[in-house]
């Protein structure tokens, strides 16, 4: 079945630590998106790549950084430099640009 | 920058209609979709108009009027099932001919037996 893979779905970030949250798709969809959802909120764009190799800025890009060196993969690192990294992260793809998203399940990150 | 407007909760009973209504401002907007959240799961896609006028897909239609920078998500014959959070998103232009999507802050639908 084709669809989008997060892992994990839980995890748990020491102060100070990197972490990385991976996002796996075999949709063959061009693009891939990270967004942040906090309690009761909405989605917010941290990261967006249209294109393999190629990625742009979303409205919360600070502390995070992405790479897209695969179709298929579209990792996000969260650096030392969020401050506040407690969040309910999800990756999504559509087939192209502004076409409707697929979502992953989400990956829980708190801080220890 | 982009903004969405939707209502933050909606109540209905069981088999009754109800209808989300979402504004938004954007530049070189492309299109409007719904998405809907169960607690604690990930968002799924429901519908999506690039043109004016209403999509049908079961129970939910969607609707949009780009002239009123306005859409609606309307749901038929409410279950419990569908007490769930409801998204809209618009997609517009961004940096070097880029989409950038945008998405309001929900409304969670409680329905009633």
């Known amino acids: 079945d084709g669809g989008i893979t997060q892992s994990p779905k839980y995890l748990f970030r020491k102060e100070g630590q990197n972490v990385t949250l991976s996002c796996e798709q075999n949709?063959?969809?061009?693009?891939m998106y990270w967004y942040r959802q906090d309690p009761g909120q909405g989605l917010r764009l941290i990261y967006y790549s249209q294109i393999v190799n190629d990625f742009q800025k979303g409205d919360i890009a600070e502390g995070y950084s992405v790479s897209r060196e695969k179709k298929e993969s579209f990792p996000l690192t969260v650096t030392s430099a969020q401050k506040n990294p407690t969040a309910f992260y999800l990756c999504?793809?559509?087939?192209?640009?502004?076409?409707?998203?697929?979502f992953g399940d989400g990956t829980r990150l708190s801080i220890l | 920058g982009q903004s969405l407007e939707q209502p933050s909760e909606v109540t209905a009973v069981e088999g009754a209609i109800v209808q989300i209504n979402c504004t938004y401002q954007?530049?070189?907007?492309?299109?409007l979709s719904w998405y809907q959240q169960h607690d604690g799961g990930a968002p799924t896609f429901l519908s999506y108009?690039?043109?004016?006028g209403l999509e049908e897909t079961g129970r939910f239609s969607s609707f949009l009027s780009r002239s009123d920078s306005y859409g609606y998500l309307l749901l038929q014959e409410l279950q419990m099932k569908d007490s769930a959070s409801y998204f809209c998103a618009v997609s517009s232009a961004g940096p070097g001919g880029s989409y950038i999507p945008t998405f309001g802050r929900g409304t969670s639908l409680i329905v009633h037996p």
């Open positions: 108009n690039a043109l004016d």
């Open positions: 954007t530049s070189g907007f492309y299109g």
């Open positions: 949709l063959n969809h061009d693009a």
């Open positions: 999504a793809s559509s087939p192209g640009q502004a076409e409707p998203q697929h």
